[in-house]
């Protein structure tokens, strides 16, 4: 258990460490690009507009879904759109779901 949690720290910074070595430090020129996108087919939708609130962000075509949405269908779709732009290896999500007091 306790090695499990020792890696769960230590794989994510190997993956930005990757990153670093084969883009550089300013990223990868085509993170910005995916990035853009992934927020464009975000905005469009309008069930994911405000009070949802999901920040992306994009390393070596790693695409890094965070904040909240209202339901899990949302964050499914949110998902859905970041894997449907071109260049997108793989998406992590850790949008929450916001608390209503049930």
Known sequence: MAFAILL????PGCAVYSAYEKCGARGCP???QI?????ALLDQDGALRAPNL????????????SGEVATDLQRETAASAALAV???RRVVDTIGLEYSGR
Not at 8 to 11: A, F, H, I, K, M
Not at 35 to 39: C, K, Y
Not at 54 to 65: C, R
């Open 35 to 39: 990035s853009a996108a992934v927020r």
């Open 30 to 32: 085509q993170d910005a």
């Open 8 to 11: 769960s720290g230590v794989l």
């Open 86 to 88: 071109p260049g997108v």
């Open 54 to 65: 999901i920040y992306v962000q994009t390393l070596d075509g790693v695409v890094y879904l």
